[in-house]
């Protein structure tokens, strides 16, 4: 390597010695480059040039010796998703787990059942291996789940638990414009269809999305997407969001109360969310009002001061507004009965139940929206139905036309924090809103 050097360096002399130069700054060109210094000359037209002589030298390099530690006892991990027909067995087979007696217990009826509604096709099962092919753990994990099963393997047999995944939450932020629908915006700028579900629900008071949505119309969105290892697992809240719906601006944020309590409210500390739900059952049919009727237990003409909602036997209970448990038992024709007060004016009650949420009892605080109990038909009832009563002062009213107040609106102390807490947010939304702007334009 040194001779060829030597003779590219005395060609290179002798051409220095009859030709006007130029000096070229090659970046990263050095001696040893014959590429290099060839570029740093040039070579007069018609200028007879010699022939570079060259000679290959070859050495023999020794190979870098490699050791390996026995005692290394890291795992190999593999990963993948479990394939549409394959087995446990053939899943950890496939992922390095070669162990035949392991691989064999895999397919344990007991095991099976443990891992029911978790392996199947699409979850993602990791596999942690020794160099020989035992089984360190694997764990599987259906797509969304906060939750894995862990196999391990404990005095020669696999076991395998529920874990918790401990989730990392990240802030990620987005905006778009209407073309067509929601759903198809968000679709285009990657936001996932549980952020638009979430956003219809949030604004779903001030703007109709199936009449009132107009091309141009622009959002801008704050949310939280919780990862595990690194990896997206699901959409967390919304934290903070605008909607521009045909000129008019739309704000929401998420404020926590001091008791813990959160909600969206927009600039003004307006909460989105309305007083009371006009039901407490999801999916239901009116099957009497709020009249004078015959009693279907007595046949005797009486006052219905309540609503019946006809629903399945067992068909969750909801909380029509925040409250505390005045009352929760059993009570004459009511059956299984909870009452509700909300505030000094407001109580609900909730009758006929077949039973009530865990650990429901006098003085507790529910959530609107929150389960309190179960459809039956307990007290005097013919069939499966919530009896459901709306009062003001304590005096009956009709549950289906009453209007409904509306959600205490933050002021004082909490509006002043509201707003401090808000003002960033509100910046990044109007610049999110803004930069969508101008990349149209």
């Known amino acids: 390597m040194l001779r060829e050097k030597t003779a590219i360096l005395a060609h290179l002399k002798k051409l ?29 037209p018609g200028m007879p040039v010699e022939p570079l002589v060259t000679e290959t030298v070859v050495e023999q390099l020794a190979p870098p ?11 190999f991990i593999r990963e993948d998703r479990i394939r549409a027909g394959e087995s446990l067995a053939g899943a950890l087979r496939r992922l390095g787990v070669s162990a035949g007696a392991l691989t064999a217990q895999a397919n344990n009826p ?10 199947r096709p699409g979850a993602l099962i990791t596999v942690a291996s020794t160099a020989e092919g035992g089984l360190h753990s694997a764990s599987i994990s259906a797509p969304g789940s906060d939750s894995a099963h862990v196999i391990e393997v404990t005095d020669g047999r696999l076991h395998a638990s529920q874990k918790a995944l401990a989730l990392e939450s990240r802030i990620h932020m987005q905006g778009g414009t209407v073309q067509s629908s929601l759903f198809a915006a968000m679709d285009a700028v990657g936001l996932p269809d549980s952020v638009a579900e979430e956003l219809s629900r949030i604004f779903g008071d001030d703007i109709d999305f199936h009449t009132d949505l107009r091309k141009g119309d622009r959002f801008s969105v704050i949310y939280e997407v919780l990862y595990h290892q690194g990896r997206a697992i699901r959409t967390g809240k ?9 000129g008019v601006r739309h704000s929401a944020h998420l404020f926590t109360q001091p008791n813990g309590s959160q909600d969206y409210y927009n600039q003004d500390g307006k909460s989105h969310r309305e ?25 005797t003409w009486r006052e219905h001061k309540g609503v019946d909602y006809a629903a399945p036997h067992g ?52 959530t609107q929206g929150e389960t309190i109990g179960y459809v039956g038909s307990t007290g005097w009832a013919t069939g499966p139905h919530l009896h459901y009563e709306f009062r003001i002062n304590n005096i009956h009213q009709d549950p289906l036309t009453v209007s409904l107040p509306n959600a205490t609106a933050l002021s004082g102390s909490a509006l002043a924090t509201f707003r ?5 947010l509100s910046a990044r939304l109007t610049q999110l809103q803004q930069d969508k702007t101008a990349f149209l334009d």
Do not use: C
């Open 238 to 246: 919304i934290i903070a969001a605008e909607f521009i719906n045909q």
């Open 65 to 75: 010796s490699v050791s390996v530690s026995r005692n290394d006892q890291r795992p």
């Open 420 to 424: 401090a807490q808000t003002t960033a």
């Open 275 to 299: 007083g009371f739900l006009r039901s407490p059952l999801e999916f239901s049919r009116v099957s009497s009002g709020f009249s004078m009727r015959l009693h279907p237990v007595f046949g």
């Open 16 to 44: 220095r010695e009859g030709v006007t130069t130029r000096t070229w700054r090659v970046a990263g060109a050095g001696l040893g480059s014959a590429v290099g210094m060839a570029a740093a000359i040039a070579v007069a």
């Open 110 to 119: 007991k095991l099976t059942k443990e891992l029911a509604g978790t392996f």
């Open 315 to 366: 068909t969750a209970v909801k909380a029509t507004s925040d409250g505390t448990v005045e009352f929760v038992g059993q009570q004459n024709g009511y059956g299984n009965f909870i009452v509700l007060r909300h505030g000094d004016k407001y109580t609900t009650g909730y009758g006929h139940l077949s039973g009530f949420a865990r650990g429901l009892k006098p003085g507790s605080r529910v």
